[in-house]
């Protein structure tokens, strides 16, 4: 019997976190597993700059969607095959202003991944959302 091998997916399209200046995140971008895609949490960063990109949680929650779908899509999958998001908001005062644009996001996609949101500070100042998920990919 053959072990399959995790596949570490990295792309230069959505930015790599670190926790403190110049510290790499002990953690990979995405892990391919017998067919299941495991995407760490992306957030409101430009990958050109590494900075969050506003304190609009709107703009920052269309960033992070689109930072997810970057590291899908390096993984040769594509927005039908997210199975399931995890979602953490910083202040549940915006989940009103999140559902309309997580909904015209996956709008052309085949369906709505399975989903969680929770109220959760993440790690880094000034972010106000994150987003996880795990999808289909190809062997």
Do not use: W
């Not at 390096?74 to 997580?102: H, Q, W």
Request: charged fraction near 20%; aromatic fraction near 8%.
């Amino acid at each position: 019997m053959t072990k399959n091998t995790p596949r570490v997916i990295t792309t230069d399209k959505a930015p790599t976190t670190g926790f403190s200046e110049g510290t790499k995140a002990p953690l990979s971008m995405a892990i391919a597993f017998n067919g299941l895609l495991f995407v760490s949490g992306q957030g409101p960063l430009d990958p050109a700059t590494h900075s969050i990109v506003s304190d609009d949680f709107e703009e920052q929650t269309r960033m992070t969607l689109a930072n997810l779908l970057r590291v899908v899509e390096a993984a040769g999958s594509t927005k039908d095959d997210i199975l399931r998001c995890n979602v953490y908001i910083r202040d549940m005062e915006n989940f009103p202003k999140f559902n309309p644009i997580y909904r015209s996001f996956f709008a052309h996609a085949s369906h709505f991944p399975a989903r969680t949101t929770v109220r959760a500070d993440p790690p880094r100042a000034g972010v106000l959302v994150e987003i996880d998920c795990i999808a289909a990919v190809a062997e």
